[in-house]
């Protein structure tokens, strides 16, 4: 029995690389660019034999189904080209046109006129090859299009298509292997031409938030041909119009909106936007929290910030050769083998602006040598210096300790620290306001190693 794939077209023409339904309550939107890839299905027996309903029309069989939709954006003709790779022969049906994907899966709308392949007894034909008789004869009833043809490529037709309708295929993938399909327009551009709507991505009611205070709340719902919409939200807040515009959105505006619609004696699901409106940017941020003192090649050290207020989401940065990501208060870092010390850094952000930012110093110890003094052990913040610079250290033992500032021509101009000094973290500022505008060397040395560090100061 041959194996079937199906693609929803509502005139939405909607493909990604994604899982793909399966049936027609499951159709996954796709639109028509250039060219579109998207997955097969494997190992999805079909029934046999074959239901009354759906209509398969000239299908012998659906195994492996693919189900998608499409909606026309511009009105006019389509030339769809359905090709795998690797080549390997699929076959396809097309059913519309429909005001809503929902309309044709909850309403039984997959039908047609005929029935059955006409090669085997049926009254359905291929729209090419030896089953093709009479040619041109789509579209029967809701069948647009259909082939089962033993080719590896398909064309699917679709004439006089009108802005805003729906139209659902069907792919099969017949050898059940890993296959893609890649889809084309081939008429695109030509006259007369239509044009896929690629903005189906979306819920078919959906809203431009989150807000901030003062924004102007947008609401959206898909357009169905003679249509009616009923919105609700917050508050008692009502409305019969397809799409609104709200200004001046307050906090009290935040929740969820639904809305249905109604064509005919169709009902569409209810459908849910939830909407934030942020009274103001996130709250100020605490103190991250978490081991200052690391070692290069040292896994999965956490931090942590305390929940800032307001926050949808939050930015972390992370010293020269720390890894990690996350949009949460809290990140799990790896420090790689040439990790340098540094700062880390976080702030909560939503969509008014961001917060304050936390810092946290963080001393990367190098793992070589006897660790007394190591060129991974030293901070200078900021660089470039106004009025002055913050320099922070770590020993790991006391120790004879000399820490001096050099010009660029290698000219002691400061000594800032020449004595004994005990194990841990020092902390120290030193003033620049009187340094002229250029590059300077912090030499910093110990029992056993040294380190020379670049700041620079502008006034």
């Given at each position: 029995m041959k194996k079937t794939i199906i693609f929803l077209f509502t005139f939405f023409i909607f493909i990604r690389l994604s899982g793909q339904g399966t049936d027609c309550s499951t159709a996954k939107p796709f639109c028509i660019g250039s060219t579109n890839v998207y997955p097969g299905t494997t190992d999805i027996p079909g029934p046999d034999p074959m239901p009354a309903y759906p209509n398969y029309g000239c299908l012998s069989g659906v195994n492996n189904p693919s189900f998608y939709y499409m909606k026309v954006a511009n009105p006019g003709n389509f030339v769809i080209h359905i090709a795998s790779i690797p080549q390997r022969d699929l076959d396809f049906i097309c059913w519309g046109p429909f005001t809503l994907p929902y309309f044709a899966c909850v309403y039984s709308l997959l039908t047609g006129n005929c029935t059955g392949n006409i090669c085997a007894g049926g009254t359905c034909p291929d729209n090419v090859g030896a089953c093709s008789i009479p040619p041109n004869f789509y579209p029967s009833g809701n069948i647009v299009d259909c082939s089962a043809s033993v080719q590896a490529i398909e064309d699917c037709h679709i004439n006089g298509a009108v802005t805003g309708q729906y139209y659902m295929l069907l792919i099969t993938n017949y050898d059940n292997i890993p296959i893609n399909?890649?889809?084309?327009?081939?008429?695109?551009?030509?006259?007369?031409?239509?044009?896929?709507?690629?903005?189906?991505?979306?819920?078919?009611?959906?809203?431009?938030?989150?807000?901030?205070?003062?924004?102007?709340?947008?609401?959206?719902?898909?357009?169905?041909?003679?249509?009616?919409?009923?919105?609700?939200?917050?508050?008692?807040?009502?409305?019969?119009?397809?799409?609104?515009?709200?200004?001046?959105?307050?906090?009290?505006?935040?929740?969820?909106?639904?809305?249905?619609?109604?064509?005919?004696?169709?009902?569409?699901?209810?459908?849910?936007?939830?909407?934030?409106?942020?009274?103001?940017?996130?709250?100020?941020?605490?103190?991250?929290?978490?081991?200052?003192?690391?070692?290069?090649g040292q896994q999965n050290v956490t931090y942590t910030v305390p929940v800032i207020a307001g926050a949808d989401s939050y930015i972390w940065e992370l010293p020269s050769g720390a890894i990690g990501t996350s949009t949460t208060n809290s990140i799990t870092v790896n420090y790689s083998n040439n990790a340098q010390s540094g700062f880390i850094k976080v702030k909560g952000h939503n969509t008014c602006g961001n917060s304050n930012t936390s810092i946290l110093k963080v001393f990367v110890h190098y793992n070589t040598g006897t660790g007394v003094f190591t060129g991974g052990d030293i901070i200078v913040y900021p660089s470039p210096a106004s009025l002055s610079i913050t320099i922070s250290y770590y020993l790991k033992k006391t120790q004879k300790f000399s820490l001096d500032v050099y010009d660029i021509t290698g000219r002691k101009i400061k000594e800032l620290v020449n004595a004994y000094q005990h194990s841990g973290?020092?902390?120290?500022?030193?003033?620049?306001?009187?340094?002229?505008?250029?590059?300077?060397?912090?030499?910093?040395?110990?029992?056993?190693?040294f380190q020379t560090l670049k700041f620079s100061v502008v006034h």
């Amino acid at each position: 029995m041959k194996k079937t794939i199906i693609f929803l077209f509502t005139f939405f023409i909607f493909i990604r690389l994604s899982g793909q339904g399966t049936d027609c309550s499951t159709a996954k939107p796709f639109c028509i660019g250039s060219t579109n890839v998207y997955p097969g299905t494997t190992d999805i027996p079909g029934p046999d034999p074959m239901p009354a309903y759906p209509n398969y029309g000239c299908l012998s069989g659906v195994n492996n189904p693919s189900f998608y939709y499409m909606k026309v954006a511009n009105p006019g003709n389509f030339v769809i080209h359905i090709a795998s790779i690797p080549q390997r022969d699929l076959d396809f049906i097309c059913w519309g046109p429909f005001t809503l994907p929902y309309f044709a899966c909850v309403y039984s709308l997959l039908t047609g006129n005929c029935t059955g392949n006409i090669c085997a007894g049926g009254t359905c034909p291929d729209n090419v090859g030896a089953c093709s008789i009479p040619p041109n004869f789509y579209p029967s009833g809701n069948i647009v299009d259909c082939s089962a043809s033993v080719q590896a490529i398909e064309d699917c037709h679709i004439n006089g298509a009108v802005t805003g309708q729906y139209y659902m295929l069907l792919i099969t993938n017949y050898d059940n292997i890993p296959i893609n399909f890649v889809f084309t327009q081939t008429n695109a551009g030509q006259p007369g031409a239509g044009t896929t709507d690629c903005n189906i991505f979306h819920e078919p009611a959906y809203s431009n938030g989150p807000l901030c205070v003062g924004d102007t709340l947008k609401l959206f719902a898909d357009y169905v041909i003679g249509g009616y919409y009923s919105w609700t939200g917050p508050n008692g807040w009502t409305s019969y119009q397809q799409n609104l515009i709200i200004p001046n959105a307050s906090p009290a505006m935040s929740g969820n909106y639904t809305c249905f619609i109604v064509e005919g004696t169709h009902i569409s699901p209810i459908y849910t936007t939830v909407v934030t409106v942020h009274p103001t940017i996130p709250g100020p941020s605490g103190t991250i929290t978490g081991n200052i003192n690391v070692s290069q090649g040292q896994q999965n050290v956490t931090y942590t910030v305390p929940v800032i207020a307001g926050a949808d989401s939050y930015i972390w940065e992370l010293p020269s050769g720390a890894i990690g990501t996350s949009t949460t208060n809290s990140i799990t870092v790896n420090y790689s083998n040439n990790a340098q010390s540094g700062f880390i850094k976080v702030k909560g952000h939503n969509t008014c602006g961001n917060s304050n930012t936390s810092i946290l110093k963080v001393f990367v110890h190098y793992n070589t040598g006897t660790g007394v003094f190591t060129g991974g052990d030293i901070i200078v913040y900021p660089s470039p210096a106004s009025l002055s610079i913050t320099i922070s250290y770590y020993l790991k033992k006391t120790q004879k300790f000399s820490l001096d500032v050099y010009d660029i021509t290698g000219r002691k101009i400061k000594e800032l620290v020449n004595a004994y000094q005990h194990s841990g973290e020092h902390h120290l500022t030193l003033d620049t306001s009187e340094f002229i505008r250029g590059i300077y060397l912090l030499k910093a040395t110990g029992d056993d190693s040294f380190q020379t560090l670049k700041f620079s100061v502008v006034h």
